[in-house]
């Protein structure tokens, strides 16, 4: 009886604690809703700031004692912001449909729940949601850590207006769904391209004899998959519940730790968070080591470069474009200093963007 008495103490003082969180949680989206009406009286629009939510999340990480784990910190926060900038405005937000891609799971990640998504037909489309103002933003797949840069995303950052204001990297994990448990009656397996290029080895051991046809998304992979009894999906788990598919195997994906890396767009630049990367479009000038020179001024000035991606300029034979990025604020004093060396040696220059670096 004591063990009893001592349990419902617990629970008495739970529930206290429960009572206080909901005061301090409706208490702190009042205090967002003040601050949205004092910026629209001074004239100010934005809603989403990501250089000062990145500033909330990394304050509240690095006091933190436990028991909760820094992914848990996070995630429950970052709903708590969510929630509070939904008090001021909706977020719209493009990403690459159907229901069910990574590019969504990417944007639940990154904003919260609490925004409204705009499905593309594919990248480019995502790319113009954000340009007509149709979204407040979009996330876009850049790059996975087997397969390499994703080319429509980079061949759109080439010209578009639009600028980076953030960053996410999340773990992808692959499944097979179809309509069907018996794989023999199987004649396609369908998914995007870098999804069947990134589950190559286990689909030749496991499903050698079906035709590969890539769509343009793994969403949409496993929706025609569910119109179709002889087509199989790669795609997301969640897919499965999505369409009403059987989850066939989980974790098809080569290589263990397979992770990809998205940008958030928007037309609004991000501010100085204290964790920063700027991203780069720079082309040199056709002569003898100029790349070389034209890199120069990051060593110079103690600045880390964490990625250097190559892509045919399309305007001439064996020219070439550098997607690069780095450490640091374009307003950062030192990063101002070696881009404009930089963009004296280049023969294309372009910010595209910087923002807070992915937690």
């Known amino acids: 009886m004591v063990g009893n008495s001592k349990i419902e103490d617990l629970r008495r003082r739970i529930d206290q604690l429960d009572e206080e969180i909901l005061r301090l949680v409706n208490e702190r989206i009042d205090r967002a809703k003040e601050v949205g009406a004092l910026k629209s009286e001074s004239g100010g ?5 990501p250089e000062r939510e990145a500033q909330i999340l990394h304050r509240l990480t690095e006091i ?3 028991p909760l784990r820094p992914a848990q910190l996070q995630t429950i926060f970052r ?22 891609t990574y590019s969504q799971a990417a944007v639940l990640k990154h904003f919260g729940r609490e925004v ?9 489309d995502v ?9 407040d933003h979009g996330v876009v797949p850049v790059e996975n850590s087997t397969e390499g840069g994703i080319s429509n995303t980079l061949d759109c950052l080439v010209t578009t207006a639009l600028c980076i204001t953030g960053e996410v ?36 051991r496991h499903l050698p004899a079906l035709q590969r046809v890539a769509v343009s998304s793994n969403a949409e992979a496993a929706r025609q998959a569910s119109e179709n009894p002889v087509c199989l999906a790669v795609a997301g788990i969640e897919t499965a519940e999505i369409y009403g598919l059987e989850l066939l195997e989980q974790g098809i994906e080569d290589q263990p730790g397979n992770t990809t890396r998205f940008f958030v767009i928007g037309s609004e630049s991000a501010g100085v968070s ?6 780069l479009l720079l082309s040199s000038r056709n002569r003898a080591g100029s790349l070389q020179r034209l890199l120069a001024p990051l060593s110079e000035n103690g600045i880390s470069m964490s ?23 374009v307003n950062d004093e030192i990063v101002q200093k070696a881009l404009t060396a930089i963009e004296q040696e280049a023969a294309l220059f372009k910010v595209l963007g910087s923002y807070p670096r992915a937690i």
């Open 45 to 49: 629009k934005a809603v989403y700031r």
């Open 274 to 279: 204290g964790r920063d990367k700027t991203s």
């Open 307 to 329: 990625r250097i991606e190559s892509r045919p300029s399309r305007t001439g034979l064996w020219e070439y474009i550098f997607f690069i990025d780095l450490e640091g604020h």
């Open 116 to 124: 409204e998504p705009l499905f593309g037909d594919d990248i480019e």
């Open 169 to 204: 990297s999340l773990r992808i994990s692959h499944s097979l769904v179809g309509k069907t448990q018996e794989r023999e009656l199987a004649k396609t397996v369908l998914g995007h391209e870098q999804a069947l290029a990134q589950c190559r080895h286990w689909l030749d």
């Open 79 to 100: 709903e708590v912001i969510s929630i509070a900038r939904a008090a001021e405005s909706l977020p719209r937000v493009a990403v690459l449909g159907p229901a069910g």
């Open 127 to 135: 790319f113009r949601l954000v340009e007509s103002r149709e979204a």
């Open 64 to 66: 933190n004692s436990g």
